[in-house]
């Protein structure tokens, strides 16, 4: 079973703005926390968000926060990344992840989206 990802990333100038979203199925949404993970050009994979399985509570690495906001949409089984305010060092692979547990660790997802390639370049 996998997060099916209804992506839309590409290519966006500095301080620009885009949105991701990633597209549930086959898998209970409503039972799983949902993150969005980034992996740079020869870097590691980097946790980026998480919201809760209600949706009642939101965390984001110190990279991202206050430009970045997280979001799901449980009538359409979707998870939302806004990107606001974005920078060079933000040019990543996105990917979403599901976890039945509240860990943000990449080896507890048990579900994983496409990744997206987002860059960010004037």
């Known amino acids: 079973l996998m997060c099916t990802a209804g992506v839309w990333g590409g290519l966006v100038q500095p301080w620009g703005s885009l949105r991701l979203s990633c597209a549930a199925s086959r898998f209970t949404f409503s039972s799983y926390a949902m993150s969005w993970f980034r992996q740079a050009p020869g870097k590691g994979i980097e946790w980026v968000s998480t919201i809760t399985r209600d949706g009642g509570s939101t965390s984001y690495s110190d990279s991202v926060k206050a430009r970045f906001t997280i979001s799901r949409d449980k009538e359409k089984n979707t998870v939302i990344l806004l990107l606001n305010n974005l920078k060079p060092e933000d040019t990543a692979v996105y990917y979403c992840?599901?976890?039945?547990?509240?860990?943000?660790?990449?080896?507890?997802?048990?579900?994983w989206g496409k990744g997206t390639l987002v860059t960010v370049s004037s």
């Open positions: 992840a599901a976890a039945a547990s509240t860990s943000v660790l990449l080896r507890d997802m048990d579900y």
